[in-house]
C-alpha cells in the first residue's frame, strides 16, 4: 500500500469511525476489485452475509472484510453463517468450494 493511502485512510477513519469506517473500506476494496475484475462480477453487501463476491469464468471468490484498531478481530456468528450459506450454494450449483 503506497503511505498516500494509508494516509488518507487515517484521515477517513479520523471523521467516520467504527462501523461506517468498515463500510467506507469495504467499499473501496469492492471499487478495485470491479476495476480489475469488471463491475458486473462483483457483489458487495454492506448489511448481512458475505461482503463481497466475485465472479470470473470459471470461479466465485467470496470475501468477509474486517477492519479493527485493536490487536484483535471479531468474527462473530453471522460472518461464519456467511459463508457457510455460501459455500452450500456453490455445492448446489456443483462448484468446489475450498476455504483459506
Not at 471523521?15 to 467499499?27: M, P, S, V
Not at 476489485?33 to 469488471?38: G, L, N
Amino acid at each position: 500500500m503506497d503511505i498516500e493511502v494509508y494516509n488518507k485512510l487515517k484521515e477517513i477513519q479520523k471523521e467516520y469511525t467504527g462501523q461506517i469506517f468498515g463500510q467506507i473500506c469495504q467499499n473501496l476494496l469492492a471499487l478495485a476489485f470491479a476495476e480489475k475484475f469488471s463491475s458486473e462480477n462483483v457483489e458487495v453487501s454492506n448489511v448481512e452475509g458475505i461482503d463481497i463476491i466475485i465472479k470470473d469464468k470459471n470461479n466465485m471468490y467470496a470475501i468477509e472484510v474486517k477492519t479493527t484498531s485493536g490487536e484483535k478481530i471479531k468474527f462473530k456468528k453471522k460472518d461464519f453463517d456467511g459463508s457457510k450459506y455460501l459455500t452450500n450454494l456453490l455445492r448446489q450449483k456443483g462448484l468446489k468450494c475450498s476455504g483459506k
